[in-house]
T-cell receptor, first 112, second 115 residues
Framework: DAKTTQPTSMDCAEGRAANLPCNHS???????VYWYRQIHSQGPQYIIH???NNETNEMASLIITEDRKSSTLILPHATLRDTAVYYC?????????????FGTGTRLQVTL | GAVVSQHPSRVICKSGTSVKIECRSL??????MFWYRQFPKKSLMLMAT?????????EQGVEKDKFLINHASLTLSTLTVTSAHPEDSSFYIC???????????FGDGTRLSIL
């Protein structure tokens, strides 16, 4: 899997939008961008994924640049419960390369 | 939807004991299951991948005789840590998906402590 680069940590005020960046400059044409988060002492939770178009669901929005070398996960109205480690992972959707390899992620702290 | 249940959530046992962890997909068929290990303040490390009815594929450095994986049905995979020692103490997390183009969904993990 292509490697990703994320900031180690970020802070966000409750109620504000949290914008988490991710660089994946070596992404291949068949690799998707996946976002997961891990709240302390729990298993990772799937958030969203996309290939090249922007995506939105009930949890978040994913903005992928036109060259696909970077993306941003947006939590529109962060709450204290969104405090977690957020992982950006690129993964092919076919064959043996389609497994998730976790990096170190971004530790998001949502504050009052 | 896409719920993965992992049991037990916590295990404390003596050195030399073998421990079995179960992972079930509750509302989908898990064609492929994954087992990860996570040490404190570290990221998840993939241990092995298993497809239903086939032998597991282990990542480099993971002892297949130490960590026995069985994926006998489309909804159940087990990880057995054989003759566990204190260095095997960790957070073990399973994951499952039903097809290549679907996201992996994770269980809530098993915290294993070997005394």
């Amino acid at each position: 899997d292509a490697k990703t680069t994320q900031p180690t940590s970020m802070d966000c005020a409750e109620g504000r939008a949290a914008n988490l960046p991710c660089n994946h400059s070596t992404i291949s044409g068949n690799e998707y961008v996946y976002w997961y988060r891990q709240i302390h002492s729990q298993g990772p939770q799937y958030i969203i994924h996309g290939l090249k178009n922007n995506e939105t669901n009930e949890m978040a929005s994913l903005i992928i640049t036109e060259d696909r070398k970077s993306s941003t996960l947006i939590l529109p109205h962060a709450t204290l419960r969104d405090t977690a480690v957020y992982y950006c992972i690129v993964r092919a959707n076919t064959g043996t390369a389609s497994k998730l390899t976790f990096g170190t992620g971004t530790r998001l702290q949502v504050t009052l | 939807g896409a719920v993965v249940s992992q049991h037990p959530s916590r295990v404390i046992c003596k050195s030399g004991t073998s421990v079995k962890i179960e992972c079930r997909s509750l509302d989908f068929q898990a064609t492929t299951m994954f087992w990860y290990r996570q040490f404190p303040k570290k990221s998840l490390m993939l241990m092995a991948t298993s497809n239903e009815g086939s032998k597991a594929t282990y990542e480099q450095g993971v002892e297949k005789d130490k960590f026995l994986i069985n994926h006998a049905s489309l909804t159940l995979s087990t990880l057995t840590v054989t003759s566990a020692h204190p260095e095997d103490s960790s957070f073990y997390i399973c994951s499952a998906r039903d097809s290549y183009n679907q996201p992996q969904h994770f269980g809530d993990g098993t915290r294993l402590s070997i005394l």
